[in-house]
């Protein structure tokens, strides 16, 4: 299929342009905040992202590094680490797991992807999120609170509960 | 793009059918035929790696399945 | 095999025009652009923005974009096109079509349109990431592939989009198409089609 008009047909439309930015289709985000409610998933995604991020600068991997080794794209893991309204793909969440030695499932609740039967998790999330502030270097602080909160998802076990 | 010819018997049904579809849709036989093709060919690839096709009615949420064999 | 058209685009820092090419196919060499040079240079832009404090819902949206999956979702389809800008050697624009949807608007319902799936310029061709914009007239191009597709599939010009929020007045001001406003289905985007007249005033040629 060919299309074919004169050169100045062209360059004028070219130049109606202007500064519009042209795009079109289904966005990997919800580009609406208003639809955005503060959910109960918010709470533990923070953690996540703060996870991420952590258990990323504990290995010692830039965010290209860990998206190769992730098989992921370094674009979404930016935005993971950075946006709580964003809700990563299954996909990413599993390949995060895998590479992070974290059981899947308790990923995917993180992510707020799967339903936590529990309180419990929400609770260690929060608990987690405050006590690893973002700064520069991994401190011996974030390293424990890293610590315990792998343990949480390793051990955590639904039927202890009630 | 090359492009080649065939021949196509239809009923008499068949050619109303094509016909009524020609006007309501605004386009040729031709482009009527090229379009169930690309239906058929779209609908049989994704039933084909699991999905089902299903009709729903908006006014009752009901689903009828409607499956390609 | 790709049919290719000569276009003209403006250069952003001269504005000069550019020979183009306006082909009717996505191939490899279009992947490994995006994935070599879109990618890389997104980024870049997505790091500097972090790093300016910009807030994450002021992104460009369509970065998370796999046209690797995209395309090889479609393979072999016969009710999906691929069209692609390349200049300088390089992949400048993207977009991916459905031909099997019909149009919503009151005066055309349920008449067959081509549906643009996806559709996306390089990096560095986007005024809204705070550098200098390389080439113009990307999108228009590629829209107006679209549009004459549908015209050479016997649709007369009948297109449908999803716009991406900043783009809405493109759509409603520069091409003329009906805006039927927000679409719950679709993240609340909103819903542009091209009726036959409007197509034709699009595509016309001025004397």
Known sequence: ????????????RARREGDAVVGAGLVARDPAPESRSLAAGEETRIAFGR??????????????????????EPSELLVIEDDVHYVPGPRTVYKLAETFEVPQQRLMQLAGLAAANDAGLAREAVRFAARSESIEKLTAEESAALEVFVAVLSEWDPKRMK | MTKRTMTLNLTDAEMRALDELSVRKDLSKTAVLRQALRLYQTID???????????????????AELMLL | ??????????????GEAVEAEL?????????????????????????????????????????????????????????????CVVAAGVTQGLAQVDLTKGAREAGQVGKPLVY?????????????????????????????AVVALSEAEGFKGRIGLHSL?????????????????????????RYFEMTPDQAQAFLKEEE
Not at chain 3, 1 to 14: C, F, K, Q
Not at chain 3, 37 to 65: C, F, M, N, Y
Not at chain 3, 120 to 144: K, Y
């Open chain 3, 23 to 83: 082909r009717d196919a996505i191939k490899a060499a279009q992947l490994v652009d995006w994935q070599t040079k879109w990618q890389p240079a997104l980024i870049t832009v997505l790091q500097e923005l972090d790093r300016r404090g910009v807030p994450v819902g002021q992104w460009p949206q369509s970065w998370h974009w796999d046209w690797r999956k995209k395309t090889a979702a479609v393979q072999g389809l016969l009710a999906f096109r691929g069209f």
């Open chain 2, 45 to 63: 690839a994704r039933v084909e790696k699991g999905e089902k096709l299903v009709f729903e009615n908006d006014a009752t949420k009901e689903k």
């Open chain 1, 51 to 72: 996870f991420v991020h952590l258990m990323r600068r504990r290995q010692g991997y830039s965010m290209e590094q860990l998206a190769e080794r992730a098989d992921l």
């Open chain 3, 116 to 144: 643009v799936d996806y559709l996306e310029v390089a990096p560095w061709n986007r005024p809204d990431l705070g550098q200098q914009l390389r080439f113009r007239g990307v999108g228009t191009a590629l829209l107006s």
């Open chain 1, 1 to 12: 299929m060919k299309l074919e008009r004169r050169k100045e047909w062209w360059i004028d």
């Open chain 3, 165 to 189: 929020p900043q783009a809405d007045r493109f759509y409603r001001d520069r091409c003329g198409m009906t805006d039927l406003g927000p679409d719950a289905a679709y993240q609340g985007l």
């Open chain 3, 1 to 14: 095999m790709a049919e290719v058209s000569l276009i003209y685009l403006v250069d952003g820092a001269t």
